[in-house]
């Protein structure tokens, strides 16, 4: 038998400490000098980098931990976890399937077989796994002699429909554990899909008082919308917007959605069915699909929404159909999923043979956004549809996130592949005339859009959450004004862009516009993004529409090494300070943060700074001017030309590059320019080697 190292002892501690950094360091010494625990460094390091969100880097070392020792069920378990979040169903399937065989088979890897097979299209597999629970003794005592593993099995009977065994369980749960909240979650679930709402939202207050999970808060919501409770059910959906992405503003809105005639449970399946053959006769054949799937998932035993779901595919020369939940209310979001979608079109990388069926409410952020995106893609807006897929849609039938996400960076500064966002001709007749309504002559006239993030939208969307409203994003419209006078010199207009703000401009000149308080619309917020010059302005959704287009962009007041992707883009950082006494934050304790569990929590949220005892400091007057008139000379292909900024860049790139975490990381690899003059005033801070 081994003898633990003192190392290993220090790694685990690491570890357990939140320090990864540091626990990181320790495991590749132990690579290096003890071999003889190589095996558990891999591993250990591949969970970094799991929970880091660095998918390639954790299959590569989870991968090569197997290879040192295939003996180790915990291995294969959670290598099939890092295969299961991009996507390789089948590659999880059998890491899982590994694991058990070699004795890893808990309730919970079972139930997460179950998923599995769900997943990967093969139905009969995940039902004969889940019958496991009453025919392996082994697993049957796990399940009896601890309640938490009974839990993997309440949720498996959930899946397939089983409420009365899955009651019987939770009621043998809470005998043992009475305030259990995951028991008591999973009790209102069942009672709601027996329609016993009033019964559900008892259950649900029983988890609440235990633990705020914003999850069960918003099933509780869903309860009480369907007991005619829409002012508590509104306040639920409010207080889960940071969570879930989407609001619905007021009280108003909700009663007017006609979500509280929503009904899901299991016995609506055969109903929600005939609505798909209605829409099939109607010639809506992607409204048809996705409500078989949806009755499949209402369902999942019975055959008969399956084979018309397989039929009406085959129809349309598919195999599979994939769903995507827009975060709808987030334009932002919306917007760069969407296009990302297109984009991996455009490179081939979307199967033929599968139908990806993106879902909105009926209140998006733009309607325009959502009225283009339809004409690229298949696309259902409806509020019964979205909120029903968003409760009990089968694994089987979710996107992968790294369908969307996967290579982003590479996708946007990928010269060959060009945005997909066009205008009809009636579009751009359009937005001519608003133009012009504006002032703009759509033949001669150039302009800069501008915008500066401030409460102005989150005050009237998001009342009563203030902790969603990010402060430190926000930025005083009025510091652009040195800026403004560049563009102005050199001939252009500038429009300032934006909704609801709190701050008009001052700046007043002829050809210097305040848009965003003369009536904006959502069609125009888009035209003028789409045609500007270039767009400068702060982290926000408006920032995202000129990703899509590919319209050049300087991002303004952004984090230290954060940047957005795209062909011709700029990125200006704001400083770091400590609250207390206005002294930077050194640049080693700053990136620091990225090592640590969970590093946009603490560096990108205004709780984050406030516990660490941060604050930004926004970029100066001055600071803006030299940020645009590096942007002009990027578009005329003049930036950066001398050898010592290029240099200078790529020291900056290299602090960066091998970073723990993504949203710093990948910038620096695809050398997303940043504001030489910044680099020079602040290269102490930066470098403060020399």
């Keep these: 038998m081994q003898t633990e190292s003192r190392l290993l002892q220090a790694a685990r501690s690491h570890s357990r400490a939140g320090r990864s950094a540091a626990a990181t360091a320790v495991y590749r010494r132990i690579i290096e000098d003890e071999p003889q625990f190589k095996a558990e460094a891999l591993h250990a390091l591949g969970l970094i980098a799991f929970g880091e969100g660095r998918d390639d880097d954790a299959l590569d070392l989870l991968a090569k931990a197997i290879d040192a020792d295939r003996n180790v069920a915990l291995y294969y378990a959670n290598f099939s976890r890092a295969l299961e979040k991009v996507g390789h169903f089948s590659g999880a399937i059998s890491a899982a399937g590994q694991a058990v065989a070699l004795g890893g088979g808990s309730p919970e890897l079972i139930e997460r077989l179950c998923n599995l097979f769900l997943a990967a299209d093969q139905l009969d597999k ?364 050199r001939g252009g207009t500038v429009v300032r862009m934006g909704a609801v703000p709190e701050r008009a401009l001052t700046f007043k000149h002829p050809k210097v516009i305040d848009y965003a308080t003369l009536g904006r619309e959502d069609f125009m917020d888009v035209f003028l993004v789409a045609h500007a010059r270039f767009f400068m302005g702060t982290p926000a959704g408006i920032l995202d529409v000129a990703r899509v287009f590919d319209t050049p962009t300087l991002h303004v007041n952004f984090a230290i090494g954060w940047a957005h992707p795209g062909k011709k883009v700029l990125h200006l950082p704001k400083r770091l300070v400590r609250r207390a006494t206005g002294e930077p934050v050194p640049f080693a304790e700053y990136l620091a943060h990225y090592s640590e569990p969970d590093p946009v929590g603490a560096v990108f949220s205004d709780a984050g700074l406030a516990r660490n005892g941060y604050a930004y400091i926004d970029n100066t007057p001055e600071e803006l001017r030299e940020a645009a008139e590096e942007m002009f000379e990027l578009l005329e292909g003049r930036w950066a030309q001398d050898p010592a900024d290029r240099e200078l860049l790529d020291r900056y790139f290299a602090l960066f590059e091998n970073a723990a975490h993504r949203v710093v990381s990948e910038p620096a690899r695809a050398r997303l320019p940043v504001v030489l003059a910044h680099l020079r005033r602040y290269r102490s801070w930066y470098f403060p080697d020399g």
């Design 126 to 489: 995940a039902l004969s796994t889940a019958a496991e629970f009453d025919s392996n003794p082994a697993l049957a005592a796990m399940v009896e002699a601890d309640p938490m593993q009974r839990m993997a099995r309440v949720r498996v009977r959930r899946l397939f429909g089983d409420h009365g065994g899955a009651r019987a369980d939770l009621l043998r749960v809470l005998i043992v554990e009475p305030g259990l909240p995951a028991a008591w979650h999973q009790f209102g679930r069942i009672e709601r899909a027996a329609g016993a709402d009033a019964r559900a939202i008892v259950c649900y207050g029983r988890a609440l008082s235990a633990v705020r999970d914003l999850e069960v808060v918003y099933d509780q919501g869903i309860a009480l919308q369907r007991v005619g409770r829409l002012d508590e059910a509104q306040s639920a959906f409010n207080e889960t917007t940071a969570k879930f992405g989407y609001t619905l503003s007021r009280g108003a809105d909700l009663k007017a959605t006609g979500l509280a005639e929503l009904d899901i449970s299991p016995d609506q399946a055969e109903g929600v069915r005939r609505r798909g053959h209605e829409a099939e006769h109607a010639g809506r054949p992607i409204e048809a699909v996705t409500l078989f799937a949806l009755a499949s998932s209402l369902s999942p035993r019975d055959e008969k929404p399956r084979q018309d779901l397989e039929r009406l595919l085959a129809r349309l020369g598919k195999r599979r159909v994939l769903f995507h939940r827009l975060v709808h209310s987030a334009l932002g979001m919306a917007v760069i999923e969407m296009d990302l979608f297109h984009r991996k079109i455009q490179l081939g990388q979307v199967p033929d043979d599968t139908l990806v069926v993106f879902l909105s409410g009926i209140s998006p952020s733009n309607r325009s956004v959502t009225a283009m995106a339809a004409r690229l893609m298949p696309f259902v807006v409806d509020d019964r549809i979205y909120y029903s897929m968003l409760e009990v849609m089968l694994p089987i039938f979710r996107l992968p996130e790294s369908w969307l996400w996967g290579a982003e960076y590479e996708d946007y500064t990928n010269p060959e592949i060009k945005s997909g966002w066009v205008f009809t001709p009636e579009e751009r007749e359009r937005g001519r005339e608003g133009m012009k309504r504006l002032g703009l002559d759509p033949d001669k006239d150039w302009y800069v859009a501008i915008f500066a993030r401030d409460n102005g939208w989150a005050v009237k969307n998001l009342s009563g959450m203030p902790e969603t409203y990010t402060h430190f994003r926000n930025a005083d419209i009025n510091s652009y004004h040195e800026a403004i006078q560049l563009i102005l010199d």
